[in-house]
């Protein structure tokens, strides 16, 4: 080889070496540095609470939490004259795969929402949330609204869809009455039954849990003659009706919002599983006081909102439970609403 021929591979040589020079340095210097990225996982979730326009109400969602719903234990079928029988028995592997579709597995989160309306001259809640019935999961729906902008004393009635631990149970957290100057209102018929001794003792066992958490929720209200009971027939308050939906609870409600041209119909608990319940309706579930007339109420529901499109307000599908119901091809299907913000107009 030539002294000419060796200069280019000389060179070459004398870059290479230079390279691994300015990178070993580099990496000494990084590994000399803290990185600025070593901070702690925070853990917390951001405060929950959505907001949403309809006509000149302002509605906003709070969250109370979310709990682990248990799939397999209490959703069900009515099957013939065997009544309620649990799904994993008439269809086994059903629920699974439903959810799997969703990208869900058991556990599931379930959502629990609740519903604040400002109508411009009142402040109006439509269920409570679980407050301390049930347990550290729970209990949320005081702290978000007032992370929303409001305090708990600015509400003037609480318009709860039906007498379950899971909508009553933030009136009044751990005994103890949350709201001082709200009036509480639910059907007369839900008031009735599970305000009723007897129905107590001749209740499932699954349910008995119910009638005491109504009782210490309902009490500090009742002492103070805060607790009105309704009848159907007429508005609540200007643009709030309630409407008799029987069959989850003797006396559960539907609460249709109108303002302005829009509406939001609050369904209470017409849906716990959405991943399960909307491509097979008929599901049903064993807190249901008649599962058959629950399974008949979801399916006319269903099709009312799909054929009219008004906005649905959702107690337990995910956060914040705001959507419409459409259909295709025979089968019922949820659009959740788009994200947008400020406070969105529909």
């Known amino acids: 080889m030539s002294a000419r021929s060796a200069l280019p591979v000389r060179s070459r040589l004398l870059a290479l070496a230079a390279v691994c020079l300015t990178t070993a340095a580099t990496l000494t210097m990084t590994m000399a540095t803290p990185s600025l990225a070593a901070a ?35 959703l069900t079928q009515v099957v013939g004259n065997k009544g309620a029988v649990p799904l994993d028995q008439v269809a086994p592997g059903e629920a699974d795969a439903l959810l799997a579709e969703s990208r869900l597995a058991v556990p599931v989160q379930g959502s629990i929402n609740a519903f604040l309306i400002n109508t411009g001259s009142r402040l109006i809640l439509i269920d409570s949330g679980a407050g301390s019935l ?3 999961c729970c209990g949320h729906l005081i702290d978000n609204l007032k992370s929303a902008g409001y305090s708990p004393d600015q509400v003037d009635e609480i318009y709860l869809t039906h007498l379950h631990a899971d909508h009553v149970g933030g009136i009044a957290p751990n005994g103890k009455m949350a709201f001082p100057n709200a009036v509480v209102r639910v059907s007369e018929v839900d008031a009735d039954y599970w305000l009723n001794d007897k129905n107590e003792q001749a209740a499932p066992k699954l349910l008995n849990s119910m009638f005491e958490g109504d009782k210490a929720s309902l009490r500090p209200y009742i002492e103070a003659g805060k607790f009105k009971p309704f009848a159907y027939g007429q508005e609540l308050s200007p643009g709030i009706t309630p409407i008799a939906s029987p069959g989850h609870t003797p006396g559960h409600s539907f609460f249709m919002v109108e303002s302005e041209g829009q509406k939001m119909l609050m369904w209470g608990d017409v849906v716990h599983v959405a991943a399960v319940q909307f ?21 006319m529901i269903f099709s009312d909102a799909a054929r009219n499109g008004y906005w649905i307000g959702a107690a337990h599908i995910s956060f914040p439970g705001l959507g419409h119901v459409s259909a295709s091809q025979g089968h019922f299907f949820w659009i959740p609403a788009n994200y947008e913000g400020p406070a969105a107009k529909p």
């Open 134 to 136: 049930y347990g550290d």
């Open 279 to 299: 491509p097979n309706p008929s599901v049903t579930l064993a807190y249901d006081s008649d599962a058959q007339m629950a399974e008949k109420e979801r399916e």
């Open 40 to 74: 702690p996982i925070v853990g917390t979730q951001a405060p929950g609470f959505y907001r949403m326009m309809l006509g000149g109400f302002e509605i906003t969602v709070l969250s109370d939490g979310t709990h682990p719903f248990p799939v397999h234990t209490v």
